[in-house]
């Protein structure tokens, strides 16, 4: 089944205590991002990828990293979380730029720092 | 920088309707816009791409339109049921291949 594959689903963690979220998607999909959707905020673009070893800063990069060193995987990187970052991470891809490439959703990382 | 934005917040109906949800943007530089339905806790679901040189798109009782001039798109539902109760979400894909979202309008079709 196509689909895209974050883990883990729920996070709780303290402040300044390194964590990954991991990324992965079976559909040769080149482009790949990462998203936090806060109330009354909305979705907004963390970090995208348009190919291995590409990475751009989307809005709010801050206290982020990522990395691309295969195509399927695209893992996001908090060094020192901290309680602002308590929120709802979404990864998702799309198969290229462009006009024609809609953009499919993981299930969602909810992410506690206390 | 762009700004997405969705009129109602919020809108509730009684089955059977037609409805209209409504996305602005700022920007007219997009490769494409996306609608897209999320349930509670769920995450999202695609339901519509129009790009950028199209007027519209149709699936099912869905239909979508674009008018990237005036920097507006409608999701027009047809026949509404309590199963389309959801948080509807537009999103712009820039030319730069950043992505912007609306905050959504949350929908409750009551039976």
């Known amino acids: 089944e196509a689909q895209v594959t974050q883990n883990p689903r729920y996070l709780i963690t303290v402040t300044g205590k390194k964590l990954t979220v991991t990324c992965s998607q079976n559909?040769?999909?080149?482009?790949m991002s990462w998203y936090r959707q806060d109330p009354g905020l909305g979705l907004r673009q963390i970090y995208y990828?348009?190919?291995?070893?590409?990475?751009d800063k989307g809005d709010v990069p801050e206290g982020y990293k990522v990395s691309r060193k295969e195509k399927r995987n695209f893992p996001l990187i908090l060094e020192s979380p901290s309680p602002n970052q308590t929120s709802l991470y979404f990864c998702a891809s799309s198969l290229y730029q462009g006009a024609n490439s809609p953009l499919h959703f993981g299930n969602g990382t909810r992410l506690t720092v206390t | 920088k762009q700004e997405v934005t969705q009129i109602p917040a919020a809108l509730s109906v009684p089955e059977g309707e037609n409805l209209v949800l409504n996305c602005s943007f700022t920007d007219s530089a997009i490769y494409n816009l996306q609608w897209f339905r999320q349930d509670p806790g769920k995450g999202l679901t695609s339901l519509l791409l129009i790009q950028s040189s199209q007027r519209e798109q149709t699936s099912g009782r869905l239909n979508a339109s674009l008018d990237k001039s005036s920097g507006r798109s409608t999701l027009y539902i047809a026949a509404s049921q309590p199963g389309d109760s959801a948080t509807y979400l537009c999103?712009?894909?820039?030319?730069?291949?950043?992505?912007?979202f609306g905050t959504g309008t949350s929908l409750t079709v009551i039976p």
């Open positions: 990828s348009m190919n291995v070893e590409v990475t």
């Open positions: 559909m040769n999909h080149e482009y």
């Open positions: 999103a712009v894909r820039s030319t730069g291949n950043q992505f912007y």
